[in-house]
T-cell receptor, first 114, second 111 residues
Framework: DSGVTQTPKHLITATGQRVTLRCSPRSGDLSVYWYQQSLDQGLQFLIQYYNGEERAKGNILERFSAQQFPDLHSELNLSSLELGDSALYFC?????????????FGPGTRLTVT | AQSVTQLGSHVSVSEGALVLLRCNYSSSVPPYLFWYVQYPNQGLQLLLKYTSAATLVKGINGFEAEFKKSETSFHLTKPSAHMSDAAEYFCAVSEGFKTIFGAGTRLFVKA
């Protein structure tokens, strides 16, 4: 158990809908990362927050947005969902930002868009 | 930009045999390198990391990796494979605030 929690574990929804994925980092970790993992794209970095502020953006679509709240939990919002958005979404956290800090991953949310 | 290449999407070894998973990186600055493991239906967990200290890095579960600057490599090894090592392994390089992951290598262990 990494200490990172993600809800829900599974989500099934229809095209065009909007969903919110939630992540609680490890106690004491200030940085949160979001990743998308699919069979064809592998593990793709989406976005990173540190203490409420956005720090880095990766391959995140404009239909996707995220935020980190004052209690440090984070939410990833996916809207106008398409079949291709079906994937595993991971949240990770680290105590600080910087290249030497390892990330602790949650168990993921499996999103299925039908 | 930094990048990571993992050679071989699938590697199969017999139980008790040497495990060698290959990773090459490109970087214009001293790299920070990581190996993560993902077991079925789980998130990734850190095996080991290189942050410019010793070039031979020991990790959990008997794994180790050697940083070779001249070869821009950070291959992962384990002397003797166990059935429980069957998983997907990801090499990663840190670039500023981002971590770039390789495509992953799935390790199969035959009895």
């Amino acid at each position: 158990d990494s200490g990172v929690t993600q809800t829900p574990k599974h989500l099934i929804t229809a095209t065009g809908q909007r969903v919110t994925l939630r992540c609680s980092p490890r106690s004491g970790d200030l940085s949160v990362y979001w990743y998308q993992q699919s069979l064809d794209q592998g593990l793709q970095f989406l976005i990173q927050y540190y203490n409420g502020e956005e720090r880095a953006k990766g391959n995140i679509l404009e239909r996707f947005s995220a935020q980190q709240f004052p209690d440090l939990h984070s939410e990833l919002n996916l809207s106008s969902l398409e079949l291709g958005d079906s994937a595993l979404y991971f949240c990770a956290s680290s105590v600080e930002v910087g290249p030497t800090y390892e990330q602790y991953f949650g168990p993921g949310t499996r999103l299925t868009v039908t | 930009a930094q990048s990571v290449t993992q050679l071989g999407s699938h590697v199969s070894v017999s139980e008790g045999a040497l495990v060698l998973l290959r990773c090459n990186y490109s970087s214009s600055v001293p790299p920070y390198l990581f190996w993560y493991v993902q077991y079925p239906n789980q998130g990734l967990q850190l095996l080991l990391k290189y942050t410019s200290a010793a070039t031979l890095v020991k990790g959990i579960n008997g794994f180790e990796a050697e940083f070779k600057k001249s070869e821009t490599s950070f291959h992962l090894t384990k002397p003797s494979a166990h059935m429980s090592d069957a998983a997907e392994y990801f090499c990663a390089v840190s670039e500023g605030f981002k971590t770039i992951f390789g495509a992953g290598t799935r390790l199969f262990v035959k009895a």
